[in-house]
């Protein structure tokens, strides 16, 4: 915190000082009210440790000051006062401040109090970005499901740090969206939210992409470019498909996070940058580090706090919420009203196992929107694979024919296991494995020997 001692003083304003600066803190004098409200105007004062007499003015009427609804200075106060100045410091209080402390000043006593209201701050920071986000018009839905309420809960806590950020889960399932959500509960919401697709951008470009480059740095650098890192300066850069990067680029990643600098292609400086990371895959780095695939160090320095988004179909409770939201965002219904959703319908698909999570959900919804009439979704607008499979028809992928010897129908029925396990896991053969209860091995050699099986269903 930047804390600032205002005492008429000498002695005690050096006391105090050395005090602040002892419990971790930087500091800033003033030797007058005047001096100290020029100061706090600027707005970047965290907590002031304030006299109550001063040459020039009186402490409470600068704690009143500031203190107002109106201020837009939002800086702590701890009186400073004497036994005999008792009732003038529960003046204070009454007036704004946060509390108040006796001389003279012990140092324990002092670091306790900042250590109070730094906590106080951090949570008031956390509530902030929490209204801002509901003000703002930007939060999605009512989670409902226990796993989402704990995901919500995650993000709240690590958005007012600048930890680096590992999501991960099957595609579809929000992952962006978590990311802009920890960005914009942070302290960086003002700045800039820069989403790069790893995996969308040719190699041969990367290095210029996320570090920028100097004009004639290679052929066809005919002007200077400011790279990801420079534009999401004091920002968040959110790496999606984190698992897309090559090994020489993983190693520069690294620096550029351990180091905060970074040098532009072609450029024989280097720059400091102020840029928190929030990386995305559906990918199993784990795996991809014993393969040596993927940088162990980096990995590491990613996941420094992870949060796992859940499938989908493990959500139910979230569907009918995520699907207001999507018909509250998509255009009105027909009849000039919002869209609505019936019933029936509504079941079905909170039933319905979501192999493609959220991003089918919401190409699913879009649909009904078109096809609906009467400003009612119904079953009839749901697309076959949705209605037909949730009503208890057989979907094509674990139909199985009764027809031959009992092992061929073995065979089949158990090829149609594992086609619909594959499935479910959204191709996920280390989640499809654990769902059929056998390892990952196991599940390679029955992938093989069911191959021309698993051609005839689908998978």
Known sequence: MHVMVIEDEAANRQILSAMVMQAGHSVDVASSVKEATEKLLKGDVDVALCDIRMPDGDGVELVRKFRDPGSAVETQFIMVTAFASMETAVEALRAGANDYIVKPVSKEDLCHRLSQI???????EENKALRRLVTGGRALYEFNSPVMREVGRMVSKVAVTNSTVLVTGESGTGKGLVARAIHEQSPRADFPFIPVNCSAIPESLLESEFFGHTKGAFTGADRARKGLFFQADRGTLFLDEIGELPLHLQTKLLHVIEDKQVRPLGGEQSRGVDVRIIAATNRNLEQMVKEERFREDLYFRLSMFHICLPPLRQRGADIVGLIQHMLRSSSASPSGGAMKLDPDAAEILQSYHWPGNIRQLENVINRANILADGGTITLSDLPPEVSRQTLGAEPASTFVAMEGSLREQMQRVEAAL?????????????????????????????????ASQLEDVGA
């Open 418 to 450: 594992v086609s619909k396990a594959l499935n479910d896991a959204g191709g996920d053969r280390k989640l499809a494995a654990q769902r059929l209860g056998i390892g990952l091995s196991s599940l390679y050699r029955k992938l093989e020997e069911h």
């Open 118 to 124: 730094e906590v106080i701050g951090g949570l008031r």
